[in-house]
């Protein structure tokens, strides 16, 4: 079983960057992937970023390419993601998943979800 709960969201203005955190519960976070997914308002919700349970291969959907980055430290328990040159399209509730084995970009593949954090972004 593992709880997640993110934090870091808020409203930021176009162009600016903001860092989310995931904190994980229990002691198996090193051997999840982990998953960042996002869902604005009357759409799915939609794959963003994924790292596999060691760090060391990460996907990113085409939208926030270059601009946000995924990372973990399995010592603390928690997984980031780093947003820059934010966009109003970017408005969305942002979630962390936790799945086992190797990441993927299905929201089926996850098991744990956090209960999210808004990140609006105004024009």
């Known amino acids: 079983q593992v709880q997640l709960v993110e934090s870091g969201g808020g409203l930021v203005q176009a162009g600016d960057s903001l860092r989310l955190s995931c904190a994980a519960s229990?002691?198996?976070?090193?051997?999840?992937?982990m998953g960042w997914f996002r869902q604005a308002p009357g759409k799915e919700r939609e794959f963003v970023a994924a790292?596999?349970?060691?760090?060391?291969?990460?996907s990113y959907a085409d939208s926030v390419k270059s601009r946000f980055t995924i990372s973990r430290d399995n010592a603390k328990n928690t997984v980031y993601l780093q947003m820059s040159s934010l966009k109003p399209e970017d408005t969305a509730v942002y979630y962390c998943?936790?799945?086992?084995?190797?990441?993927?970009?299905?929201?089926?593949?996850?098991?744990?979800w956090g209960q999210g954090t808004q990140v609006t972004v105004s024009s």
């Open positions: 790292i596999i349970w060691s760090g060391g291969t990460t």
């Open positions: 229990g002691r198996t976070f090193s051997s999840y992937s």
């Open positions: 998943a936790a799945a086992r084995g190797y990441y993927s970009s299905r929201t089926a593949d996850y098991a744990y």
